[in-house]
């Protein structure tokens, strides 16, 4: 894991008055993921986490981005500085985002972030994957018209992700492949095969932190970029 922080030595309104109302934490993220979420997308990335949690005095804003090539350290420090530059020029016109000193770390996700959106499966093809699935599936090659036994309404497969498009995610398993879609599947996560740790990027092991606020299910982090503001 790689973190920097650097102090900008400026004075940040970090006070709050006894008579002034605690801000909302919704429209905080609203008010970050605004500035944040356009300038990540303008990179080539996507927006997986975005949170805010309390640390000490200060708070940390969390930024998790993920693209179809993976992210590496150097995109990593990429965006940080991007998001940096954004969001001061936001404070500029428009006044503090975050009341208060705070620190930005922007990391890729971590292994065992929940896949639950299409683009999570299809960057994880080739992965063994645990996921609950509802129904049999159908077979890709005949469209589901094969007659087989009811399957039980749910029941937790682990299997490897052999394809993924917008609709649905085709997996290996011990019948065969067989295909789910979207709506038919929990979220899905990674597993660890130690014989084929060499192919997970280091990028991809991490432990876990801990978020006052989540925007959406917060996965590891790792290449984190931080700055504190």
């Keep these: 894991m790689t973190q920097r922080g650097r102090n900008t030595g400026r004075p ?3 006070h709050r008055a006894p008579d ?18 356009p300038v990540v ?3 080539g990335y996507d927006l997986e986490d975005l949170s805010v949690s309390r640390a000490g005095r200060r708070y940390v804003v969390r930024v998790i981005v993920d693209g179809d090539g993976g992210v590496s350290l150097d995109a990593v420090a990429d965006v940080s ?18 009341a208060g000193e705070y620190q930005l770390e922007v990391s ?9 959106q299409p683009r999570h499966w299809r960057r994880n093809v ?39 498009d917008d609709e649905r995610v085709v997996l290996e398993t011990d019948a065969g492949p067989v295909g789910w879609a979207y709506p038919d599947l929990g979220p899905g996560r990674v597993q ?19 978020d006052d606020y989540d925007d959406v299910d917060n996965g590891d982090d790792e290449d984190v970029e931080g700055e504190e503001r």
Excluded: M, Y
């Design 12 to 14: 940040r309104a970090g």
């Design 20 to 37: 002034r109302p605690r801000e909302d934490q919704s429209a905080r993220r609203l008010r970050l993921r605004a500035v944040i979420e």
């Design 41 to 43: 997308n303008t990179a």
């Design 81 to 98: 500085r991007l998001l940096s530059k954004a969001l001061d020029q936001a404070e500029e016109t428009g006044g503090d985002l975050v």
């Design 108 to 116: 890729s996700p971590g292994v065992d972030r929940p896949l639950t």
């Design 126 to 164: 080739g992965r063994l994957v645990k996921v609950t699935v509802r129904g049999p599936g159908e077979r890709p090659e005949q469209g589901g018209a094969e007659e087989r036994p009811p399957a039980p309404a749910d029941r937790q497969l682990t299997a490897r992700v052999v394809a993924a």
């Design 192 to 210: 660890v095969e130690f014989s084929r740790l060499e192919e997970i990027a280091d990028d991809d092991l991490t432990a876990a932190g801990d």
